[in-house]
Nanobody, 122 residues
Framework: VQLQAYGGGLVQAGGCLRL?????????????MGWFRQAPGKEREFVSS????????YYADSVKGRFTISRDNGESTVSLQMNSLKAEDTAVYYC????????????????WGQGTQVTVSS
């Protein structure tokens, strides 16, 4: 299984970025897909996840209303549209895949991408 995250970069506060994650080696539609992030000196935290059939989507309180997760099962990709970015969104963002029916992606999910850096300048 491979998860390849991309789309990170440097953006000013208030700006937007779109992260994507391409998956291979798994039956994509069976997996909940999610995004986590880790800021310097902090623990990895949940950002958002979506169930395999797109039924359920979850967001951390800190990103609700600003971030939108989506997936394309035909292309085996999951994306995270990030709007109204804040300095505190600066982190390495990781995509993950987990075999849960609920759509939650657990911190100990079996598959992880390599991470993509998002830096928001204030």
């Amino acid at each position: 299984v491979q998860l390849q995250a991309y789309g990170g970069g440097l953006v000013q506060a208030g700006g937007c970025l779109r992260l994507s994650c391409a998956a291979s080696g798994l039956t994509f539609s069976k997996y909940a897909m999610g995004w986590f992030r880790q800021a310097p000196g902090k623990e990895r935290e949940f950002v958002s996840s979506v169930s395999g059939t797109y039924e359920n989507r979850y967001y951390a309180d800190s990103v609700k209303g600003r971030f939108t997760i989506s997936r394309d099962n035909g292309e085996s990709t999951v994306s995270l549209q990030m709007n109204s970015l804040k300095a505190e969104d600066t982190a390495v963002y990781y995509c993950a895949a987990d075999l849960t029916a609920s759509g939650w992606v657990r911190p100990n999910a079996p598959y992880w991408g390599q991470g993509t850096q998002v830096t928001v300048s204030s």
